[in-house]
T-cell receptor, first 109, second 112 residues
Framework: GQNIDQPTEMTATEGAIVQINCTYQ??????LFWYQQHAGEAPTFLSY????GLEEKGRFSSFLSRSKGYSYLLLKELQMKDSASYLC??????????FGAGTTVTVRA | IAGITQAPTSQILAAGRRMTLRCTQD?????MYWYRQDLGLGLRLIHY???????GKGEVPDGYSVSRANTDDFPLTLASAVPSQTSVYFC???????????FGPGTRLLVL
């Protein structure tokens, strides 16, 4: 089974950097996903890590350490539109995707 | 190109009634999924289908059934709704069971 932990809420200032941590425990790790979800909307795919290291996509980066069961999502140059919930999801085996409860990020002017 | 569509957008349902939530995708994805999202609990998998004609149970399947008659459609049925099934329901699809999942807009269901 899965145990995925991420902080409930984070607040940051426009233009700043925020790092959202995710820790997990799994018996058959097969990839980690980050999704963004604005209030009242569907989750949208942000990033995917299956090997250790950093994946960079513009202002967003995601890091994975399989040995530590740890990932983080880094949001740089924060904009007001980045206010959303960020979901960490771990794939176990071939298909099963288990989600954390999500981290709500509030960006203040 | 619509991607994934869900219907209805929202629904208020009396307890004990039968309800089918519809999900259609036009991306020719083989795998499809149904999740429910509740405050503080995150997304939980109800049922999935790796390919047309096959289905499987997820984490919280009780009270729900699905069918996958073709590639595009994956309806979710509540045979006799109960208040604990009040939730936001998301359908998702991926090219295969190992692919990235893409989500539909969701159905907000209130069971009274």
């Amino acid at each position: 089974g899965q145990n995925i932990d991420q902080p409930t809420e984070m607040t940051a200032t426009e233009g700043a950097i925020v790092q959202i941590n995710c820790t997990y425990q799994t018996s058959g790790f097969n990839g980690l996903f980050w999704y963004q979800q604005h209030a009242g909307e569907a989750p949208t795919f942000l990033s995917y890590n299956v090997l250790d290291g950093l994946e960079e996509k513009g202002r967003f980066s995601s890091f994975l350490s399989r040995s530590k069961g740890y990932s983080y999502l880094l949001l740089k140059e924060l904009q007001m539109k980045d206010s959303a919930s960020y979901l960490c999801a771990v794939r176990e085996g071939d298909y099963k995707l288990s989600f954390g409860a999500g981290t709500t990020v509030t960006v203040r002017a | 190109i619509a991607g994934i569509t869900q219907a209805p957008t929202s629904q208020i349902l009396a307890a004990g009634r039968r309800m089918t939530l519809r999900c259609t995708q036009d991306m020719r994805h083989n795998a499809m999924y149904w999740y429910r999202q509740d405050l503080g609990l995150g997304l939980r998998l109800i049922h999935y289908s790796n390919t047309a004609g096959t289905t499987g149970k997820g984490e919280v399947p009780d009270g729900y059934s699905v069918s996958r008659a073709n590639t595009d459609d994956f309806p979710l049925t509540l045979a006799s709704a109960v208040p604990s099934q009040t939730s936001v329901y998301f359908c998702a699809s991926s090219t295969s069971e190992k692919g990235t999942q893409y989500f539909g807009p969701g159905t907000r269901l209130l069971v009274l």
